[in-house]
């Protein structure tokens, strides 16, 4: 097991959710194949980095980086694909996917304008994630053997694009690197933010439509049935007034 590889407090905090979410077959496969495109877009967004940087060190690392996180996101669509074939039935799992942020976090990547510095930052930082989120992943699949050495292969490979990262910061910005991490952190804080207050907002939404429609609109379906009673059925003759035009249309 790789030595640097920590949980963060609140994964050990949230780990029943996480054994949760991979005691069930279905749960685990989608689980799989959203990590394996996570995975590929993220290798995707670091080719792109190793092709903008003006650094040449860099975009070798780079290079590396992406090639490892391709082949992750085939070993986890190879697994989900594997698994997925061992069961004929659709899957039926009504909570479709997990309530949890993936391992990665580099969905939220953006490579273009960004210095070297700030993407080495951020991508430190969810690699450390990642390396912390895979080792209980790894320990929550004892029962299934190839998908756990799946996970001891990602991690080993996390690891060393979590301490590359950390080595190249301090190399291109000797003097504030602590801070830019601290930066990325803060950023990915409020971006987890955003996305959970925004899913709070949809939910609240959603609950006080209903409340609506179960208790605001009742009383006026009533009233308009009501008046709908004492409405005459069929044509209703009208009183002409003298001031009608002969000739108008209404
Ligand atoms: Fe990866
Ligand atoms: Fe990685």
Not at 192 to 202: K, N, P
Not at 227 to 235: D, H, I, L, N
Request: aromatic share 10%.
């Amino acid at each position: 097991m790789p030595p640097l590889a920590r949980v963060a407090r609140v994964d050990q905090i949230l780990r029943p959710i996480h054994r949760w979410v991979w005691s069930d077959f279905d749960r685990r496969v989608r689980k799989l194949l959203a990590f394996a495109e996570v995975e590929s877009d993220g290798g995707r967004d670091i080719l792109r980095a190793a092709e903008v940087t003006p650094d040449s060190l860099l975009r070798r690392l780079y290079l590396e980086h992406a090639i490892d996180e391709l082949h992750h996101g085939d070993l986890f669509r190879q697994r989900g694909a594997a698994l997925l074939r061992t069961r004929s039935s659709r899957l039926k799992t009504l909570f479709n996917g997990t309530p949890l942020p993936g391992g990665h976090g580099l969905d939220d990547l953006s490579v273009q304008n960004e210095p070297d510095h700030r993407l080495l930052a951020f991508l430190h930082v969810a690699e450390k994630a990642a390396a912390g989120r895979f080792t209980i992943y790894r320990d929550l699949v004892n029962d299934d053997p190839q998908t756990r050495a799946i996970f001891e292969e990602i991690l080993r490979d996390e690891v060393f694009h979590m301490n590359y990262t950390y080595t190249q910061l301090a190399r291109v910005m000797p003097e504030s690197y602590r801070r830019q991490v601290w930066r990325a952190r803060g950023n990915r804080l409020w971006k987890r933010y955003l996305r959970v207050a925004a899913a709070i907002a949809g939910l609240l939404g959603a609950t006080i439509l209903t409340i609506m429609y179960f208790i605001v609109l009742p009383p006026f379906a009533w009233l308009a049935k009501r008046a709908q009673r004492r409405e005459p059925v069929g044509w209703v003759p009208i009183s002409r007034s003298g001031n009608d035009s002969p000739t108008g249309l209404y």
